[in-house]
């Protein structure tokens, strides 16, 4: 096969320069030899080291997250009624906003009816929604001791716990909710 | 030109081995006859002609004669700024969606990003977490994907018990198709030192609440793209300016839009937008989760609802099909409600996960009838009637709805959407 001469000279001059970085990509993958085909050299590294990665990590999942500090189903009570109440009903059976209570058990049933306590499988999602999310007009302004308190009252609106509770880190990562085992994960890798 | 007999299938389509046999597909439709009075041309020299045109214009806009040509806005009843706008499939051609219509989805408004400041953090189960700036961004060879992003939720309506009678962008235009360009994930994850298999990335943006999902490693490296241009221009404010995921055939959830974060973890995050939301509940009460890939769909767009046939002739059916899972294969059209099918002229060139603009003449002699079209993609997979689908999914799924989309065409000439079974 004859090399075309017009692509080898501006290749033998980057090579030259040591410009010319290749990446060792898998051949499946969509993009093949992005930087081309060869010996694997250095990459590019056009990032910023990161020096403290660890505190843009925000998130809540079921396994870490959960912040210090605490709130009772009290003080979550009177949360509710000020920022919440307005879209989502006085008890949580939606206005505006979507219903967060009642259909337990209903899943099956001609009339399911998917809310917090019915279809949601992790407490943790609440925290992490409601922290980051809630109240749309002012995201992240709840403190995490509010995001407990409300959750804890969200949670006893749906029978899930007591009037008396107080949910912090530990507490809340051991309830385990109604639907916790109600979804069938579609994707395999 | 000359007259041509062509052959025609059922209910008097015009189907595709015909239209290739008849020569019509190189030399274009242009040659049928049209029927007219004489002498309604016009002046030899019109008004315009006299006139001297406005002048240029720094950022085009299209003619006023197209207002119709705008998206259809659902906002939240409590916020605004959170809901949809829908693209106007109906009036659209070819297969791209001009920038300024592609659909929108929004879970707290579009935010105010400035290119200059923003960066994206790759971190977590990685070797060497790393932030990204857009002008080391633009240091990457860039690569280009025409490709659909459909939200789950979209054709949501199809769900409801009684047909919704409106036009097809207001039922079916939470999908659009550009071309998408950026740098592949595969070469940022080889960046950072990520492993390709077995992690997820949780996706956050940077607008207000910081929306998240999780996307499996093994999607990114395969064909995922941090898109910043969209048909050749920056992306749209919009649509996710300044980066945004793209993943090619997978629900539009997992396309984050304003792109800040990809933490790297060993299981999905579980956030809201995975679980209360773009999960689908079946008719035993468990849900699927992660159906990422959108199935086949098609849908007829001319002639739909909102436009009036006028009398018996010859009509172009013309419409859009895609399929998640690569290439569409076929896509039949139906005049007698699927009594029998012809085979569509497709588009070419075909493109893997992207917009296929379908046509076929149609002779319509007046009588009611219903229009069906149904897409087959090049794994096999079917648009399934909508009969199928509820039998197999229930009725409380409310996301992937892709069943077969009928229109009634009444012998006056206009179209309603119906069920058929």
Redesign the interface.
Known sequence: MRINPIIIIPLAVLAASGVLFF?D??PT???GS??GRGAKTE????????AD?HR????V???RGLPLGSGSVGEGKLIYAAKCAV?HGSRGQG???PELVGGIGT???AM?E?T?GS????A???F??TK???P??A??SLTDDEVYALVGFVLHLNGLVGERAVLDKDSLAAIEMPNRH??????Q? | MKAVKLEQTAKRLIGRRALLKAGLVTAGLGGLATVGKADTIGKAVTETMKTPGRGFSNYGLPSKFEGEAIRWIVA????AN?GTSWTPLHVLEGGITPNGLHFERH??GVPHLNPSEHKL????LVD??????LE??G???T?SKICFVECGGNSNGGWNPRPLNTKVGMLHGLVSCSEWSGV?L???L???GCR???LWL?A?GGD?????VSV?V?KA???GILALWQNGERLRPENGYPMRLILPGWEAVTHVKWLN?L?V????????DE??QY?E?G??????????VMQPKSVITIPSPGYTMRGGGTYRIGGLAWSGNGKIKRVEVSADGGESWAEALLDEPIRDKAFTRFNLLWRWDGEPCLLQSRAIDENGVRQPSRKKLLAERGA?GYFHYNAVVSWRVAADGTIRHVYAD
Not at chain 1, 119 to 122: A, G, K, R, T
Not at chain 2, 265 to 272: F, G, L, Q, Y
Not at chain 2, 283 to 292: N, P, V
């Open positions: 990446a990509l898998s993958s969509f993009f992005f930087f990459p590019p590294q056009l990032g910023t080291p990161l990665p843009y990590d925000i998130a999942t079921p396994n879209c206005r505006t906003a899943l099956a049933s399911p998917k917090v279809y949601l499988p992790y943790t999602t609440l992490d929604y980051r999310a809630m749309p007009s995201p992240f109600g979804f069938r994960q579609v994707w890798p | 939240d009843r409590s916020v959170m879970h707290n953090l790759i971190h977590g060497r977490p790393l932030s990204f700036n080391g961004l240091r990457y060879p690569v592949p595969a070469v940022l080889d960046e950072v390709r298999k077995g949780d956050q207000g609440g910081g929306f998240h499996p093994e490296f395969d064909d974060r933490t973890r060993d299981s999905a995050a579980m956030s809201r679980t209360s999960t509940l008719k035993d009460g468990t849900a699927r989760q992660f159906t990422f409380h």
